[in-house]
Structure formats: C-alpha cells, structure tokens
C-alpha cells in the first residue's frame, strides 16, 4: 500500500512540474511571438516611387525607370533588412527603360534583378500613388530613368506625398533624372523645397553625351538651378551623392547606392 502511495505522490509531483513546464512553455512562446511583432513593427520601411511613363517624347522609342538605379538601392536596403513597398501614378507594372536591360548597362544588382522573380513580380503590381500614405513609411525614394520628366514632375499626388514627407522630417531620396520630381514641389516655408539646399541630379553634359538634351521637357540641372537649389555635379559618369538635411539626391546611375546608403543612415 505504501508502494502505491508513493506511486501516486510522485504522480502527482510529477503532474505539476509537467503543468510548471507547459506554462513557462507557453510564456516563452508568448514572449517570443510578442517580441517578434515589436521587431515587425519596429522594421523602417521605405517607399519607393517609380515612373508610369514610357514615351520618349516624339522619338517614338520607349524610356521608363533605369533598372540600376531600382536594383542598386532595393538590394542595397533589403539586405539591410528594409521593407520596400513599390508605387507608381498609375498602378500596376511600371515601365523598364529598354536601354537600361542592356549588356552594356548591367550591373551586380541589374544581373540580380534578372533572376529575381519576387523582384520583377512587385515591378509588375506596383501600387497606386493615391493609395499609400507617407505616416506608413520612414522615407521615400525615388529611382531615375526618363520617365519621371514628364510625369513625376507634374504629378500632384506626388508632389504633395513629397511635401507630406519633408513635413515630416522624414528622409526624401532622388537618384539621376529623379530629381525632375522636386520640380514643382515646395517647402514648408512655402519656396521651392530645393531653394537654398545643396543638390545634384543629371548633369547638361551628360543630357547631351546621350543625345537628348532636344527630346526632354526640361534639363534637370537647369530646373534645380532656377528653383534657388546649391548644385553641384562631379565629373560626369562617376558617383557622386549630396544630402542636406532629409534631402538626398544623386547625380547618375552610378550614385544610386550612395544615395540608398544616405537614406538607411538617416532612417537610422
């Protein structure tokens, strides 16, 4: 009798340590899964704003976004641990320019891209401008291409997004011809919000180098100047980034991860 009463005291013992375990099983589950949606939340998150036009003036070729200057600062960020969110005016896929899927324009990242299909799929399914909202982001960046000369620049939605974003002291990025996006955009002192700013974006000479200095709306080196912006340039081709507060801009391709390095820094 007594065998069996010491049977079921050490039952009973170990019912409880087994019920002890389960709970402290339990919180750590809990605490593990709490920690991870504070980590989920905590995660910066960037917008980045493509162009929806692909018309090259009366050229009858097609023009859109560089894809270095999409690939260089999306992987730059996502190995970063950044989660990106893809728009456009239009929604939808938003335009490659040919030009720059060629051998010759390949880079690390664009040879990336290429393989990435998650990547090409958010190109594909771009969200709608008038559909995101900049209190859901840390900084906005956008890539360059020609594309954003003619819609971008004169884009309100845009425009005011860009506004709502400096508001906010959040970092604004622009790379090469993206800058054309800050054309009509203001500060909250009511001026241009490049005026008295250091800036760069696509050099006169490097227009002309690639021969469309007649086919575009307006030069983006001009444009910055006339608005009040400090620009200045390096020489043409080579990496060359400026931030003057939460305004970051790049002058060509090649300054695209330079101008994403800035953003995550000022994130940060």
Same mark, same amino acid.
């Given at each position: ?70 690939? /260089? +600062?999306?992987?730059? $960020? ?5 989660? =990106?969110? %893809? ?5 939808? *896929? ?52 020609? /594309? +954003?000369?003619?819609? $971008? ?5 845009? =425009?005011? %997004? ?5 508001? *906010? ?73 400026? *931030? ?25």
């Amino acid at each position: 009798m007594k065998k069996f009463k010491n049977i079921a005291i050490a039952f009973v013992l170990f019912a409880s340590l087994g019920c002890s375990e389960k709970k402290e099983n339990k919180a750590e589950t809990a605490e593990l899964e709490n920690n991870s949606k504070i980590k989920k939340e905590n995660k910066m998150k960037v917008l980045f704003v493509l162009t929806s036009h692909d018309k090259l003036g009366d050229t009858g070729k097609k023009t859109g976004f560089w894809v270095e200057e999409f690939a /260089g +600062p999306y992987y730059t $960020l996502k190995d970063k641990g950044v989660e =990106i969110t %893809l728009a456009t005016p239009n929604g939808g *896929q938003a335009p490659i320019d040919p030009s720059s899927a060629s051998p010759d324009a390949a880079t690390e990242f664009t040879e990336r891209f290429d393989k990435d299909e998650e990547a090409q799929k958010l190109i594909n399914t771009t969200h709608k401008l008038t559909d995101v909202n900049a209190a859901d982001y840390d900084a906005v960046f956008y890539p360059g291409g020609h /594309g +954003p000369l003619w819609d $971008l620049a004169n884009d309100a939605t845009s =425009i005011s %997004l860009i506004e709502t974003f400096n508001s *906010q002291d959040k970092p604004v990025g622009f790379v090469c011809h993206a800058p054309a996006a800050l054309k009509s955009v203001k500060g909250t002192d009511g001026n241009p919000l490049v005026k008295g700013r250091k800036v760069t974006g696509f050099t006169n000479s490097e227009e002309d180098a690639v021969q469309l200095t007649d086919v575009v709306p307006f030069l983006v080196e001009d444009m910055l100047q006339e608005n009040g912006g400090i620009y200045s340039k390096g020489d043409d081709w080579s990496e060359y980034a400026l *931030q003057d507060g939460n305004l970051i801009t790049g002058q060509n391709p090649a300054s695209s991860v330079l101008v994403a390095e800035k953003l995550f820094a000022a994130v940060k």
